[in-house]
């Protein structure tokens, strides 16, 4: 059974940091792409960072590039999001994502509010 479980969630003011992770059982997590995606209210889910299974080469969303860091441990099954200089606009719900060809598999979801 595929389980993947967030954790690093909060509430957040303006220009603070959080971390995410995201740990993963039931796969081979070392031959999956990993994303982080998120979704605010009233709004699709959108595709924050992404870093391939191997050679950790990493993409952004224009949004969140020179804040976000997405990082992988293959070792522990765990994928991170490391997020800088938050904006209240960075307020939704993240989600983890891993896919291989046409398997893929989400997170629970864990929600980031970012507030005075």
């Known amino acids: 059974q595929v389980r993947l479980v967030e954790s690093g969630g909060g509430l957040v003011q303006p220009g603070g940091s959080l971390r995410f992770s995201c740990a993963a059982s039931?796969?081979?997590?070392?031959?999956?792409?990993t994303s982080w995606y998120r979704q605010a209210p009233g709004k699709e889910r959108e595709l924050v960072a992404t870093?391939?299974?191997?050679?950790?080469?990493?993409n952004y969303a224009d949004s969140v590039k020179g804040r976000f860091t997405i990082s992988r441990n293959n070792a522990k099954n765990t994928v991170y999001l490391q997020m800088n200089s938050l904006k209240p606009e960075d307020t939704a719900v993240y989600y983890c994502?891993?896919?291989?060809?046409?398997?893929?598999?989400w997170g629970q979801g864990t929600q980031v509010t970012v507030s005075s």
């Open positions: 994502n891993l896919r291989r060809g046409s398997v893929t598999y």
């Open positions: 039931g796969v081979t997590f070392s031959t999956y792409v």
């Open positions: 870093i391939t299974a191997v050679g950790g080469n990493t």
